[in-house]
């Protein structure tokens, strides 16, 4: 089970926003990614809590920050509710759906998560509809990106050949695009993500067809 830290850099002026410690693993019928962020002192800033089906679709996903929660699923398209968790009664809890793909939001883990959905040969490209839940208040916004797998590359480890995925992401609303490194369940690099530490070797991704 890779257990690890990312360390999290305003892409424009790489100031550091913070660090989310992580661990990853497949089981039996799908992928589980449990994360929580923290702030430059160390103060916690949120939570994710993220499993996908065999088919890398949003089983269960749970998101805290600011005071507010967010749980949701692919439910035709995916399907959330957002409410603050202090509320018993419910009364401030709001339901969303869009016949998007997945979700995504400020942790690592959604990149991950949508490189997989797409399941992309080396040189294929593919559009994709994604519901993003960010900073503090975990507000939706849906968005369209573009993804295309540009290269596969070996590199050499203590622990054998590592296979390297390197995807150019899109933003299809405003033309901003930057590349990601994916192996198997971690993602070694994206702007404004470094991965600081890593406790065990990624896993390869599981194939449940």
């Given amino acids: 089970m890779p257990t690890g830290r990312y360390s999290l850099h305003d892409t424009h002026d790489h100031v ?4 989310e410690r992580f661990s990853c693993a497949p089981g039996p019928a799908g992928w589980r990614y449990v994360g929580k962020s923290y702030d430059p002192a160390g103060v916690p800033l949120g939570t994710i809590d993220l499993t996908l089906d065999s088919r890398a679709r949003p089983l269960r996903m749970e998101l805290r920050a600011g005071g507010w929660q967010v749980r949701g699923g692919a439910v035709d398209g995916v399907a959330w509710v957002r409410s603050d968790p202090a509320d018993p009664t419910g009364a401030s809890a709001t339901e969303g759906h869009d016949r998007a793909h997945g979700f995504a939001g400020d942790s690592p883990a959604f990149l991950i998560a949508t490189a997989r959905l797409l399941r992309l040969a080396e040189g294929a490209s593919a559009r994709v509809r994604l519901v993003a ?3 503090a208040a975990l507000a939706p916004r849906t968005f369209d990106q573009g993804w295309t797998l540009q290269g596969l590359e070996q590199h050499p480890t203590d622990s ?7 995807y150019q992401v899109a933003d299809l609303e405003t033309g901003e695009q930057r590349e990601l490194h994916l192996a198997g369940d971690v993602l070694l690099a994206a702007p404004g993500v470094e991965l600081e530490e890593l406790e065990s070797p990624p896993n390869a ?3 449940w067809d």
Wanted: a negative charge; hydrophobic letters at 40%.
């Fill in 16 to 19: 550091l926003l913070g660090e």
């Fill in 133 to 135: 839940f960010g900073g």
């Fill in 160 to 166: 054998g050949p590592l296979l390297v995925e390197r």
């Fill in 205 to 207: 991704w599981p194939s």
